[in-house]
């Protein structure tokens, strides 16, 4: 029996170019996944601090003890090879329609009771110039509305940039929040683990609470840029998807406005 190849068929290149969004079911593997939640379950629990990348906390919210890993790449061999995947890097230049770089890699536990993040466009913090960012979202676990899964708004990947307002801070650890425009709303994505979606960076999107008493909602999120790019912001430290480094200048100014600059990247 021939096994049909995993990757980004023609129906899913039209739905990211009309829709801004896609998944690609199945990428990796249950094994895959398995390896990548125990790295990140060994890091938590050793309770360690490591600066720049992974600073738990004492406190009550369920995100002390669980905060997001961020550039997980640079203190983990596993993650590194997640991040360049070859089968990544496949989806990604049909969709860049050229090479891609990577900017940034991040891990989420979110584990059950954690807040969300309101409704957000990457590029609002990437900055990229010219052209856009694209994310590969690396699913962990089931995810779905329960949990806190995904929300995208279609169609906002063609409108550019917005500038949000000041979300919720009782639903979003994050403090910008984008409402759909007139006319479109928020969908979520349920995926299970090894699925991919891979989405737009000015595409607007966001996830509710973890309302769940025992459902993690653990996601690998890597960013990318096309080969082409020539400026992104300076948080952003861009390889080749053959793990080189390939530098960037920075990104001027604070875009349209006036608070892109986000020290800790987009969430």
């Given at each position: 029996m021939t096994v049909p190849e995993i990757g980004l068929t023609p129906a899913g290149l039209r739905q990211y170019e009309?829709?801004?969004?896609t998944v690609v079911r199945g990428l990796f593997g249950p094994?895959?996944?398995?390896?990548?939640?125990?790295?990140?379950?060994?890091?938590?629990?050793?309770?360690?601090?490591?600066?720049g990348h992974f600073e738990p906390r004492t406190g009550d919210d369920p995100l002390d003890r669980y905060p997001r890993v961020m550039h997980p790449h640079e203190i983990s061999p596993l993650a590194r090879q997640?991040?360049?995947d070859p089968r990544l890097g496949s989806v990604l230049e049909e969709l860049l329609g050229e090479e891609s770089l990577a900017a940034q890699s991040m891990f989420y536990f979110k584990p059950p009771g954690a807040r969300g993040q309101a409704l957000h466009q990457d590029n609002f913090y990437l900055r990229v110039e010219p052209g856009t960012c694209v994310a590969a979202w690396?699913?962990?676990?089931?995810i779905d509305r329960e949990n806190g899964g995904l929300e995208v708004v279609p169609g906002t990947h063609r409108?550019?940039?917005f500038c949000p307002e000041e979300a919720d801070a009782e639903v979003s650890f994050a403090r910008e929040y984008v409402a759909p425009p007139a006319g479109l709303s928020a969908v979520p994505v349920d995926l299970a683990p090894g699925d991919v979606l891979f989405f737009n960076g000015s595409l607007v999107h966001g996830s509710q609470p973890n309302r769940t008493v025992d459902r993690f909602r653990r996601s690998f999120i890597g960013h990318y840029v096309g080969r082409s790019a020539r400026r992104i912001g300076r948080?952003?430290?861009t390889l080749s998807m053959g793990g080189e480094?390939?530098?960037?200048?920075v990104s001027e100014g604070a875009g349209p406005c006036g608070t892109e600059f986000?020290?800790?990247g987009p969430h």
């Open positions: 009309e829709d801004g969004f094994d895959e996944v398995d390896r990548l939640r125990a790295e990140f379950a060994a890091l938590q629990a050793a309770g360690e601090p490591v600066p997640v991040l360049l690396l699913a962990c676990d089931v409108m550019g940039l948080y952003y430290r480094r390939v530098p960037l200048a986000a020290p800790q």
